[in-house]
T-cell receptor, first 115, second 116 residues
Framework: KNQVEQSPQSLIILEGKNCTLQ??????????LRWYKQDTGRGPVSLTIMTFSENTKSNGRYTATLDADTKQSSLHITASQLSDSASYICVVGVNYGGSQGNLIFGKGTKLSVKP | DTAVSQTPKYLVTQMGNDKSIKCEQNLGHDTMYWYKQDSKKFLKIMFSYNNKELIINETVPNRFSPKSPDKAHLNLHINSLELGDSAVYFCASSQDPLSRTTDGYTFGSGTRLTVV
């Protein structure tokens, strides 16, 4: 069964600190892995996307890693800001070939950055 | 200049009513989707249309009927609303069906539906 598990469920950190969010997946056939940021009351916005051959990708203060062997990914946030408070969702793409595919969503990690 | 816009943003209605949620995208994308995000925050795909044709129809009660008058619009009509339909519904679009698994996936801001 295709599944994406994220940890922790929620996290509170102080402004300026770093943090790392985890994502484990059992998805096949794997196509890519992406991290989304979802602000309260808004739709998800893509942060990074990685294919099988990529093991790290950065977007400003966000750095995602991917270990396709262990089927794990992490999202590291550096020097957190209050505006980083949001849910971070790990999403794994499944490509069945042709135009058939799907996205499997994790439940997300709710990050709160406090002053 | 919103790329994917949904209306209404909030919808409160009684059980048994019929309601519609509208979605429009101005990105020139060929593929549009409806997702449901329940209280557990899971996002699950409901429908996908490519150039006005239905290409994904997940296990969703047939009370839910999508309608795509053109490739820039995908509306969701719900008949005989039930308490369990309460959720946030997100519209999304991508350049083509394969963009679902690569990139170019844009979400709307969501419609919070509350059935009382």
């Amino acid at each position: 069964k295709n599944q994406v598990e994220q940890s922790p469920q929620s996290l509170i950190i102080l402004e300026g600190k770093n943090c790392t969010l985890q994502c484990n997946y059992t998805v096949s056939p794997f196509s890519n892995l992406r991290w989304y940021k979802q602000d309260t009351g808004r739709g998800p916005v893509s942060l990074t996307i990685m294919t099988f051959s990529e093991n790290t990708k950065s977007n400003g203060r966000y750095t995602a890693t991917l270990d396709a062997d262990t089927k794990q990914s992490s999202l590291h946030i550096t020097a957190s800001q209050l505006s980083d408070s949001a849910s971070y969702i790990c999403v794994v793409g499944v490509n069945y070939g042709g135009s058939q595919g799907n996205l499997i969503f994790g439940k997300g990690t709710k990050l709160s950055v406090k002053p | 200049d919103t790329a994917v816009s949904q209306t209404p943003k909030y919808l409160v209605t009684q059980m048994g009513n019929d309601k519609s949620i509208k979605c429009e995208q101005n990105l020139g994308h060929d593929t549009m989707y409806w997702y449901k995000q329940d209280s557990k925050k899971f996002l699950k795909i409901m429908f996908s249309y490519n150039n006005k044709e239905l290409i994904i129809n997940e296990t969703v009660p047939n009370r839910f009927s999508p309608k795509s008058p053109d490739k820039a619009h995908l509306n969701l009509h719900i008949n005989s609303l039930e308490l369990g339909d309460s959720a946030v519904y997100f519209c999304a679009s991508s350049q083509d069906p394969l963009s679902r698994t690569t990139d170019g996936y844009t979400f709307g801001s969501g419609t919070r539906l509350t059935v009382v």
